[in-house]
């Protein structure tokens, strides 16, 4: 039995112009929810975004894995659970399920947070938030069966792609947001590629802040028949993004 206290359950409908031209729910939109979840989750047990800025911290998301076998279609409802599986002094690990209108899982997600100074732009202690009350909320008996968030190394990628960081692109934090990333990222691939297969699994490691203005390019590397990495640079030097995307 899912425990309500620690885990929190939203609901959603593919709305249709979340979807793309299979009639599928975009990545992008779904780790859009992914994030409105954990936001929701937190808030709700004193520990969101908004009491955090209160006092000059904020939440970053450091990694995300997600897992679909099929993704929600046009106008269908949906719903996702999200529980803290582990907290540590500088990380937390929050994980995902994604469940059908029958209540069946259809993926699942892996991520992990620090909060940071919004002053500093330093990690915080976790375990200092309210005299470690986040811990209160761990759940490990809620099964979460994909694999953490692995390393991602390059050895011979290839430059594909290249975007100056605009308006639209930048969030409340004032830098490149996690989702834009996720849609630049699928858009390296071309159109037939969803038509003919669909995103199986996921993975982005955030490594460095993206800011306005800034040129990112993006290097890739073919790993498998369906399984690509790729490498998001700024300016021509730092990274600041690695992801891998494996199609089905």
């Given at each position: ?20 031209f299979?009639?599928?729910l ?24 908004a ?22 279609r ?12 582990n ?8 994980n995902f ?6 209540g069946?899982?259809?993926g ?45 190394k ?8 290249e ?8 969030d ?6 996690s ?20 995103v199986?699994?996921?993975e ?5 802040e ?7 390019t ?24 690695r ?6």
């Amino acid at each position: 039995m899912v425990n309500e206290n620690k885990v929190g359950t939203y609901e959603f409908v593919a709305e249709p112009f979340h979807v793309d031209f299979t009639e599928k729910l975009t990545m992008g939109v779904l780790g859009n929810h992914l994030l409105n979840c954990a936001g929701f989750h937190a808030a709700d047990r004193g520990f969101g975004i908004a009491t955090l800025n209160e006092n000059h911290y904020t939440w970053v998301l450091s990694r995300l894995a997600v897992e679909m076998n099929e993704l929600p279609r046009a106008y269908e409802k949906f719903s996702i659970q999200t529980w803290v599986e582990n907290v540590y002094r500088l990380f937390t690990d929050r994980n995902f399920a994604i469940l059908n209108a029958e209540g069946k899982p259809i993926g699942y997600a892996r991520s992990v947070w620090a909060m940071i100074s919004m002053q500093t732009r330093k990690p915080a202690d976790l375990l200092a938030l309210h005299g470690g009350k986040i811990t209160d909320y761990i759940c490990t008996d809620v099964e979460c069966p994909i694999d953490k968030p692995g390393r991602i190394k390059m050895e011979q990628p290839e430059q594909v792609g290249e975007h100056l960081a605009k308006y639209s692109d930048i969030d409340l934090n004032g830098h490149v947001n996690s989702i834009k990333y996720i849609e630049h990222i699928l858009d390296l691939f071309p159109m037939e590629q969803f038509r003919d297969k669909t995103v199986r699994r996921f993975e982005v490691a955030y490594v460095a802040e993206g800011y306005y203005g800034d040129t990112l390019t993006f290097h890739r590397e073919q790993k498998g028949e369906n399984e690509y990495d790729i490498e998001v640079k700024k300016n021509n030097g730092e990274a600041v993004v690695r992801s891998k995307v494996i199609f089905k």
